[in-house]
């Protein structure tokens, strides 16, 4: 039986406006395996970048409660928040938000120097990774030389630097052509099956969304599983 990576119990986040306590999210209860692939679909502004950012611990839900490999996550700890982001989770983001002054090799080593790693078991790592995304020729370009879609391919290596068992990833293919978002897509089913990564992602792209185990629509604050 495959093991539940994480699960989210009746998940509530509101914001104080002027005109009151805004709702975004009512109610979220998910739960996620080892293995999965997870997109979340609905419309600009529904709340699906809020709910990436809570199962990231980048945010805190106002209710409810989080598990992340069997513990409840404690979100005013936040020296344990930020192991968990450091050693447990990869992020993509639509804005690949490399280092410009970086060499394409340097931004992807970031999180393995962050992490006290030796800088040539770094590099070695980084150049794996390279090879996987077929940029090995490109590691001593900077990001303005790259493609966007070379780009988004640095940025994914960077999150799996450390083998994350979790990668999220909000519209990883907002700001590419349609032949470098197919190119991308299929990185995230490369790596799903060789490392049993787990994927959550947000997308408006209904073709990469079909391509996961299963579709999520957000809409009114709750989470329906939408059926094929």
């Given at each position: 039986?495959?093991?539940v ?20 999210l ?41 598990y ?18 450091r050693e ?23 999180p ?5 790693w ?38 994914t ?26 190119e ?36 009114n ?8």
């Amino acid at each position: 039986m495959d093991k539940v990576l994480l699960e989210l119990k009746n998940i509530v986040k509101s914001f104080d406006t002027p005109q009151g306590k805004l709702e975004i999210l009512k109610g979220i209860n998910i739960k996620v395996k080892e293995g999965e692939k997870i997109s979340i679909v609905g419309p600009s502004g529904v709340g699906k970048t809020t709910l990436l950012n809570i199962i990231g611990t980048l945010d805190k839900p106002s209710s409810g409660e989080f598990y992340f490999l069997g513990k409840k996550v404690n979100f005013s700890d936040e020296e344990k928040l930020s192991q968990i982001r450091r050693e447990k989770i990869g992020f993509i983001f639509q804005l690949h938000y490399l280092m410009p002054e970086f060499s394409v090799l340097e931004n992807i080593i970031l999180p393995g120097l962050i992490s006290n790693w030796d800088r040539e078991n770094c590099r070695k790592r980084a150049e794996e990774l390279l090879i996987k995304f077929r940029l090995l020729e490109r590691k001593d370009h900077k990001p303005s030389q790259l493609s966007g879609g070379e780009r988004q391919k640095v940025a994914t290596a960077r999150a799996l630097f450390l083998n994350p068992p979790l990668l999220l990833a909000d519209e990883p293919t907002g700001n590419l052509d349609p032949e470098s978002a197919n190119e991308v897509a299929e990185i995230f089913l490369q790596i799903n099956k060789e490392f049993n990564t787990t994927i959550i992602l947000v997308t408006h792209n209904l073709e990469l969304a079909q391509k996961m185990d299963k579709i999520f629509l957000l809409k009114n604050g709750f989470l329906v599983e939408l059926k094929r």
